[in-house]
Nanobody, 114 residues
């Protein structure tokens, strides 16, 4: 069964950092580019970052460029999102997925608040 399980979210103060993880199973992880996106209630899902199959190429949304870093470990079937200099507007549920996309996981909540 194909599965994506996000973790690492939580409550953090503005300016703080978090590292999100996404563990993949049930498919050949290295065959897919991976992405992170996020969603807040009442808004459409926003694409955040992507990483190529072997991690050589990354792309970022302008809203997070310079603050977030996407990476992957194909030996662990895991993709990461290192987030720093967090802002209240980064508050959202964060999701990972393959490219092209599979069914979404449950996401992990990130709340940036003092």
């Amino acid at each position: 069964q194909e599965q994506l399980v996000e973790s690492g979210g939580g409550l953090v103060q503005p300016g703080g950092s978090l590292r999100l993880s996404c563990a993949a199973s049930g498919f050949t992880f290295s065959s897919f580019a991976m992405e992170w996106s996020r969603q807040t209630p009442g808004k459409e899902r926003e694409w955040v970052a992507a990483v190529s199959r072997f991690g050589h190429t990354t792309n970022y949304a302008d809203s997070i460029k310079g603050r977030f870093t996407i990476s992957r470990d194909n030996t662990r079937n895991t993709v990461y999102l290192q987030m720093s200099s967090l802002k209240p507007e980064d508050t959202a549920v964060y999701y990972c997925n393959t490219m092209p996309r599979k069914p979404w996981g449950q996401g992990t909540q990130v709340t940036v608040s003092s």
